[in-house]
C-alpha cells in the first residue's frame, strides 16, 4: 500500500493523465446516458409508467402497433376475463388551439381502464407541456378529422409518446377521427402468463416498447456508444499499466529478490487502479448530478441516481479487468533477468 502512495507521489503528472483521462470518458458517458433515459422518457413515457404486464396485438400487424386492429368479440372476451384489462389505441395527429395553430399530439383513447385518465365526449386531457404554450382548462381545440371541438378538462404530467404530448380522448371521438371501430391494442396490468389468444400476439412491456421504431433505434443507437466508452476505458487503462510495467520490469524484479511476492505488486496495481477511478467517478458523478438539476427544461436528460451507480461500477470492474489483465507481465518477471536489464 505504501509502495503504491509512494510511486503516485513520485509520477504525479502521468497518474493525472490517466486520472483525466478517465473523468472525461466517464462523465462523456453519464452524460449520454442521461440522454438516453431522457429520450427514453420523451419517447414512451406513457408506456414506461404503466406497470409490468402483457399488451396484445392482431398478429397480421406484424408487430407494428398502429397496423393492429383487435377484433371487437375478442377484446370484450379478454376485457371480461381481466378485470383490469384496457383496450387501448394510440394515433399521431394534431390540434388547433384558439390561434388556429396546430399542435402536434398522440392522440391516446382507451375502454374500461384505470391506467389512463377518462375523457367525456368531446373532452379532452393533455401532457402539461401544452400548458407551457399557452393553453389552459376551458379552451376549445379542433381538428380537422372531427366535426365537434374539443374542450380541455385538464392536464397530466410526463405523458409522452413518440417525442409528443399525449391528448386523452373519448373512444367515439377517436372512432370518427379515424374511421375504425376496432382498437389496436389490449394491455392486461400484473400478467406474468403469456396466455395465448387466437389470432393475438403477446409482449411483455418492454418488447412491446422495442416495437415502438423510434424507441428502438434511438436507444440502440445511443446504449452502443454508452458501451463503447466503457469499452475504450478498459482498453485505456490497459494500455496505461501496460506501459507503466514495462517501464517498472527492473523495479519489479529487485523487489521480487528482496521478497515481495507477484500478489504484492498486483495489490500494488490495483490500489493504484481504485484510487485514481474512484477519484474521477467522484467528480464526474458531481458533475453530471449539478447537470442533470440544471439541465434546460427544453433537453429529454434524465440520470437516476442508481443509473451512475451502475454505470460507476461497471467502470470499477473494467478498470480492474484492464489493469489485472496487463500486469500479467508481472508474474513472469525473472527477479535476475530484470536486475540485469537494467533499472526501473
Not at 206 to 228: G, Y
Request: proline share 2%.
Amino acid at each position: 500500500m505504501n509502495l503504491a502512495w509512494k510511486e503516485m507521489k513520485k509520477n504525479k503528472v502521468r497518474f493525472l493523465i490517466l486520472g483525466s483521462i478517465v473523468f472525461l470518458v466517464s462523465f462523456l458517458t453519464f452524460i449520454i446516458s442521461g440522454l438516453a433515459n431522457g429520450l427514453s422518457q420523451d419517447n414512451a413515457a406513457l408506456i414506461k409508467d404503466l406497470s409490468d404486464g402483457q399488451f396484445y396485438m392482431s398478429e397480421d400487424a406484424e408487430e407494428t402497433y398502429n397496423l393492429s386492429r383487435i377484433d371487437v368479440d375478442t377484446q370484450e372476451e379478454l376485457l371480461e376475463k381481466e378485470e383490469q384489462a384496457t383496450a387501448l389505441s394510440i394515433q399521431l395527429g394534431f390540434l388547433n388551439d384558439g390561434d388556429n395553430k396546430q399542435q402536434s399530439v398522440a392522440f391516446v383513447t382507451s375502454a374500461g381502464s384505470e391506467n389512463f385518465p377518462q375523457v367525456g365526449n368531446g373532452e379532452v386531457i393533455l401532457d402539461r407541456s401544452l400548458e407551457e404554450k399557452g393553453i389552459k382548462v376551458g379552451d376549445t381545440l379542433t381538428n380537422n378529422q372531427f366535426s365537434g371541438e374539443f374542450i380541455v378538462k385538464g392536464f397530466v404530467d410526463q405523458e409522452k409518446f413518440s417525442h409528443a404530448p399525449v391528448a386523452f380522448i373519448h373512444t367515439e371521438n377517436y372512432q370518427e377521427m379515424y374511421r375504425v371501430e376496432e382498437m389496436q391494442l389490449v394491455f392486461i396490468p400484473n400478467g406474468e402468463t403469456t396466455e395465448s389468444v387466437s389470432g393475438l400476439q403477446a409482449f411483455t412491456k418492454d418488447e412491446f416498447l422495442h416495437t415502438i421504431p423510434s424507441f428502438n433505434a434511438e436507444q440502440l443507437s445511443l446504449n452502443m456508444i454508452v458501451w463503447f466508452l466503457v469499452v475504450i476505458s478498459g482498453m485505456l487503462f490497459g494500455i496505461f499499466f501496460y506501459m507503466m510495467n514495462v517501464q517498472k520490469i527492473g523495479l519489479y524484479g529487485i523487489l521480487k529478490a528482496i521478497g515481495y511476492k507477484t500478489s504484492s505488486l498486483f495489490k500494488m496495481m490495483w490500489t493504484q487502479m481504485i484510487f485514481i477511478t474512484l477519484l474521477a467517478l467522484g467528480i464526474s458523478i458531481a458533475l453530471s448530478q449539478v447537470f442533470n438539476q440544471i439541465a434546460p427544461d427544453g433537453m429529454p436528460f434524465s440520470l437516476p441516481v442508481g443509473t451512475t451507480l451502475q454505470l460507476s461500477i461497471v467502470f470499477l470492474v473494467i478498470g480492474f479487468i484492464g489493469s489485472t489483465l496487463s500486469g500479467i507481465q508481472i508474474k513472469k518477471v525473472n527477479p535476475l533477468q530484470a536486475i540485469q536489464q537494467g533499472e526501473m
